[in-house]
């Protein structure tokens, strides 16, 4: 056996160099996954995306391509996602005040949208919670509460969804349902109602205002690191031996231009370390 590791040590460990190196170019999309790629800070395309009339297995998940060290893959979410919405009291039209449980359905159509304003799946979900409230909020204090008995119901949700959904696509999701699952009276005096109520509607308009803020935060984020990357490509290609040498000039300052150091080192004068050294 150690005859066999001698003779063979440099194909083999070429070999597991070989692999790794392979392994590290390929990136499995699930079916249930639309893929992102993004090289340098921009996204470049997207693998595996949500198309309505596509049959499953048809839209390109599988093995992809990537380039080491350059390009990151962003996994987002295919599926149907749902939404729900803490319970809140909501005043009706007759004045009544109702303790109303709500859920959202939605799902993410423009993965490179998604990634730019809002990162994941679940701040899309954050952002869209308070602009659920809100929406449902103004829907049901035009409507009495005798008429969400009714089939009149059924018209606010959809009101409220197309109001949802208007929000939604500037984080590439689509809203595909609203519902109410209960809508009671509440406990306890009017009076402690009341002030519950003032207190919710205030809360809910400060968090709809910071979901706006944050949304606009990342988009302007992700502008500048897209630019910044941008920049720092175009530097590097413009004149690659430059940037050689300006790196390894910055190495060794850092290395031997330390007075307080003690520490010595021993290199060989062929050290790949040294090239520069050499005007190579």
């Given amino acids: 056996m ?13 070999a597991l160099i070989a692999l790794a190196a392979v392994a590290s170019c390929l990136k ?20 595996n995306r949500f198309k309505p009339d596509a049959d499953f297995g048809q839209t390109g998940a599988g ?15 295919k599926r149907i996602l749902d939404l729900d919405m803490e319970r ?18 939605f799902r993410i159509i423009d993965p490179v949208r998604m990634v730019q304003t809002a990162g994941t799946t ?9 602009i659920l409230n809100s929406a449902l909020r103004q829907e049901l204090g035009k409507r009495t509460f005798g008429s969400l008995l009714t089939a009149d119901r059924g018209r606010a949700m959809e009101q409220i969804r197309q109001g949802l959904d208007r929000e939604a696509r500037e984080y590439g999701a689509q809203v595909i349902d609203v519902r109410i699952k209960r809508a009671d009276l509440p406990e306890g005096s009017p009076l402690e109602s009341a002030f519950t109520r003032m207190a919710t509607a205030r809360l809910q308009e400060a968090a709809t205002i910071r979901a706006q803020g944050q ?20 530097a590097f290609n413009k004149d690659p031996a430059f ?38």
């Fill in 63 to 77: 093995l992809v391509w990537r380039i080491p060290f350059m390009e990151k893959v962003v996994e987002v979410d």
């Fill in 215 to 234: 949304k606009q935060a990342q988009i302007v984020s992700a502008t500048a690191q897209a630019e910044a990357s941008k920049t720092y490509a175009d």
């Fill in 122 to 130: 679940e701040r899309v979900a954050e952002q869209l919670q308070p």
């Fill in 88 to 105: 809140q009291q909501v005043l009706s039209a007759d004045q009544r005040r109702l303790e109303v449980d709500a859920f959202a359905r």
């Fill in 243 to 280: 940037y050689d040498f300006y790196r390894a000039m910055r190495s060794y300052d850092a290395v031997f231009a330390t007075k307080e150091s003690s520490t010595s080192i021993v290199l060989s004068p062929d050290n790949e370390y040294l090239r520069q050294f050499k005007g190579k």
């Fill in 28 to 47: 499995v999309v699930d079916e249930k996954t639309q893929a992102v790629i993004i090289r340098l800070g921009q996204p470049e395309r997207v693998v």
């Fill in 2 to 14: 150690q005859t066999f590791w001698q003779e063979r040590k440099v194909p083999i460990v070429a």
